[in-house]
């Protein structure tokens, strides 16, 4: 069985390429080069590609003219944690998923699959409103009545299998499949080494306290 996978260079990406493997799937992944405000995580998508391992990963770039976000506009600073605000955060990308989504479904028709993973994630922090459910459901919807595939009666299926868990539990599956998080990349920033402040990186390490093991990533100070 074929499947593709959004591959981000994160834990939760990393994370459901290797429940995806542990299902039989042969992973073919996408990571996208969309101006983003640091490269650290394609190359950590890289390894994590590497790693699993895929058949084939592919780097798609996007020339997106997106000023609202601070992973695309640098401008912007990257605010240290902060999750008393209820509001979508700065760090949103607009259509961001939409659009991943969207290649994704046209690369896995164009190859045969008919499976698409991602690492959608809404416990920790739901204020992405392209990774709750019904933004899943809905986009399944449309690949369903949208494709070839779907009309003649091969619908397509999209996989969050993370998607209500904490970032403990996603630690502890992945660690369980002998996924190695070294290989992955959470911080915002673009430093030589994770921040530990943002939102990202304070997230990934409450989730490795709740394991009780050490972040392999190596912390600023």
């Not at 996989?159 to 915002?188: F, M, N, Q, V």
């Amino acid at each position: 069985m074929n499947a593709v996978i959004t591959l981000s260079g994160g834990l939760d990406s990393a994370t459901a390429g290797a429940v995806a493997r542990s299902q039989g799937f042969e992973l073919y992944a996408l990571s996208f080069d969309y101006d983003q405000r640091h490269k650290n995580e394609l190359l950590y998508a890289k390894r994590v590609g590497e790693s699993l391992p895929v058949v084939d990963h592919k780097i798609i770039p996007l020339h997106l003219p997106l000023e609202t976000s601070a992973l695309t506009n640098r401008d912007i600073p990257i605010p240290d944690g902060d999750f008393t605000s209820t509001g979508i955060p700065i760090t949103y990308v607009p259509g961001r998923n939409l659009i991943f989504l969207a290649i994704a479904l046209s690369y896995a028709e164009d190859i045969g699959a008919r499976d698409i993973f991602t690492g959608f994630n809404v416990v920790d922090y739901s204020g992405y409103p392209d990774c709750r459910p019904e933004f899943v459901e809905a986009v399944r919807t449309a690949a369903n009545l949208g494709t070839k595939a779907g009309v003649e009666g091969e619908p397509f299926s999209i996989h969050t299998p993370l998607l209500r868990l904490s970032k403990g539990e996603i630690i502890r599956c992945g660690l369980s499949l002998g996924l190695d998080y070294a290989l992955t990349w959470s911080c915002y920033k673009g430093s030589e080494r994770a921040c530990g402040r943002c939102d990202s990186c304070i997230l990934r390490l409450e989730g490795f306290r709740q394991v009780g093991v050490s972040d392999p990533l190596e912390y600023e100070g």
